[in-house]
């Protein structure tokens, strides 16, 4: 089969090679790829920066979404023709990947692929954030930085679905749209204002309840100064390039609490095993997901969309900082799609 391979660290050592399909096992689905999701995660991956490393020779990707054609022996849940999506540790970006069945979800007709592989990583960690880990309730005021990008429109419209009033962040007049078009009430261009003012402005002064932060650095700090008594905030990325320093003082006088979310650990890659509850969770959250999306309630936005060879203008587009929702790259020939 066809696949993306990092031969050493960079996109210079990275090229589209001929190599043998993945092993199968026992508890695994072996899925044809139609889409795997492009994202910043995958060049940070491929210079050895991820908090996830992997040792050259190995193919990136991690957000797939296809057509079934092998069940593993242990197997219960899929047969060979179903369309489905699956968040996979690492191989995404070839024409066959092998995943285990508790990452892999069914997915409706109605559901496109290049739509789906937003789900595995985006909308499941802002899903994760939003519901799970803050507990945003029905009428609170959430704030989304970055909110043109995957993650941030995922934001927006999970905290929609959840009943808040959302507040956008965003750094030009066409994202601000975007913002808008997937349901921010009040879009904020930071450039020409400070957003800490607006939000102070447009909450009567009491600030945001919960705040979803994929940026970082300066974003975070002010914040932290814009964030309700009791509030919560989210430092899900750091597209900004600094790692904030939490400010303890702030997080005590403002009885703020700063939440973590690793969706990977959910999805059990990280050092230690969810309990087996989990899988039983996760799946629900996927079915509720993908049953609003065939719904129409959540509209992943595809920015661009490239065959598997342009891997390369695929990558590069990320780095332009254009990108309004995600880029998606296609391993099938579009007869197969």
């Not at 995922?154 to 975007?178: P, S």
């Not at 261009?189 to 939000?199: G, I, L």
């Not at 309630?297 to 990320?318: C, G, M, Q, V």
């Amino acid at each position: 089969m066809k696949a993306v391979v990092c031969r050493q660290f960079g996109l210079a050592h990275t090229e589209l090679a001929e190599v043998d399909a993945p092993g199968m096992r026992a508890d695994a689905i072996r899925i044809r790829v139609q889409s795997a999701g492009v994202s910043f995660a995958n060049l940070l991956v491929l210079e050895g920066k991820h908090q996830n490393r992997w040792e050259p020779p190995f193919t990136p990707g991690t957000e797939v979404a296809g057509v079934v054609v092998e069940c593993g022996a242990a197997t219960s849940l899929f047969k060979p023709g179903d369309r489905v999506v699956a968040g996979v540790r690492i191989g995404g970006f070839a024409e066959e990947v092998v995943a285990p069945e508790s990452t892999v979800f069914a997915l409706p007709e109605a559901v496109d692929y290049d739509a789906a592989v937003q789900f595995p990583t985006i909308y499941a960690t802002a899903y994760g954030a939003l519901k799970w880990r803050a507990a945003l309730a029905q009428g609170e005021t959430l704030l989304v930085h970055g909110a043109a990008g995957g993650s941030g429109l995922a934001a927006i419209e999970i905290g929609k679905m959840l009943g808040a009033r959302v507040i956008a962040t965003a750094g030009d007049a066409a994202k601000l749209d975007a913002a808008r078009r997937h349901g921010a009430d009040i879009a904020i261009n930071y450039r020409d204002v400070s957003f800490r003012d607006a939000v102070l402005r447009e909450t009567s002064q009491r600030g945001a309840d919960v705040i979803f932060d994929p940026v970082g650095g300066d974003t975070f700090n002010e914040s932290l100064r814009c964030i309700a008594p009791d509030g919560r905030i989210i430092p899900m990325g750091f597209a900004g390039g600094t790692i904030p320093q939490i400010p303890a003082n702030l997080v005590l006088v403002k009885n703020v609490s700063v939440i973590g979310i690793y969706w990977g650990y959910y999805m059990g890659w990280g050092r230690q095993a969810p309990p087996p509850a989990m899988a039983g969770r996760v799946r629900a959250a996927f079915q509720e997901m993908l049953e609003w999306a065939a719904a129409g309630k959540l509209r992943p936005e595809t920015y661009a969309s490239f065959p598997l060879e342009r891997f390369r203008d695929a990558l590069n587009t990320i780095t332009e900082r254009k990108v309004i929702g995600r880029v998606a790259l296609h391993p099938a020939p579009t007869s197969a799609r």
